[in-house]
């Protein structure tokens, strides 16, 4: 069993910063790409940042010079940190990520249960 736990959200004032962390557990051999979703409620979830093994990045255009997407290999971690937030950016966040869990298995992408970004003065 694979699990994915996110951590970080909470509520920010606009210009403010936080970061989101997750930590992927369970039988893993290998992630190949991980990343970060958002959704609003009534909206299509959509695709924040995208990082690969080697490190090569992904950004949505809005997030492009605020967001910082970073993993550790060795730890099966992910994270988001979000600067010079916006109001915008109130959404329930997501990791997510495409994982072998065994030599001969197939990569399928699991996902977290998401964290609560609230961007507000």
């Known amino acids: 069993q694979v699990q994915l736990v996110e951590s970080g959200g909470g509520l920010v004032q606009p210009g403010g910063s936080l970061r989101l962390s997750c930590a992927a557990s369970g039988s893993i051999f290998s992630i190949s790409y991980a990343g970060w979703s958002r959704q609003v409620p009534g909206k299509q979830r959509e695709m924040v940042a995208l990082i690969s093994r080697n490190g090569s990045t992904t950004y949505t255009d809005s997030v492009k010079g605020r967001f910082t997407i970073s993993r550790d290999n060795a730890k099966n971690m992910v994270s988001l940190q979000m600067n010079s937030l916006k109001p915008e950016d109130t959404a329930v966040y997501y990791c997510?990520?495409?994982?072998?869990?065994?030599?001969?298995?197939?990569?399928?992408?699991?996902w977290g249960q998401g964290t609560q970004v609230t961007v507000s003065s």
């Open positions: 997510n990520a495409n994982i072998l869990r065994t030599y001969s298995d197939s990569w399928r992408i699991y």
